[in-house]
């Protein structure tokens, strides 16, 4: 599914999924990139993501479930998307700065994971 993410914008530099536990499963850069964070680096944001995103759920019956959290660095943009599953509750994307990250996430990444998952 993150080599298919990829293709669908050429802004997404990065996909990934982590377990519960933030151990990044399936990893996908743009061909091409050069990281801007090490492997472990990497995999330490993973982890704090899932934390996170957690967290939010605290507030899920008040405020609804939460759909992503977005973060502008001055180098990329960096999103987690919630997938609703208790094994592999999140989605990493990065984007390149310029990019429409917004619309990318709602029309095209959003929809391609809902899809993925209900088929």
Do not use: W
């Amino acid at each position: 599914m993150c080599k298919q993410i990829i293709e669908l914008d050429s802004a997404i530099r990065f996909v990934g999924i982590p377990n519960k536990f933030g151990k990044q499963i399936v990893v996908e850069y743009r061909k091409g990139l050069t990281p801007l964070l090490t492997d472990t680096e990497s995999e330490l944001y993973a982890v704090e993501s899932v934390m996170r995103m957690n967290n939010r759920k605290d507030y899920e019956s008040k405020l609804g479930k939460p759909i992503y959290s977005f973060t502008l660095y001055e180098k990329i943009k960096r999103t987690t998307i919630s997938l609703d599953n208790k094994d592999y509750p999140i989605l990493m994307v990065s984007f390149d700065t310029e990019a429409d990250h917004e619309s990318i996430i709602l029309n095209k990444i959003i929809p391609f994971v809902k899809n993925e998952l209900a088929g």
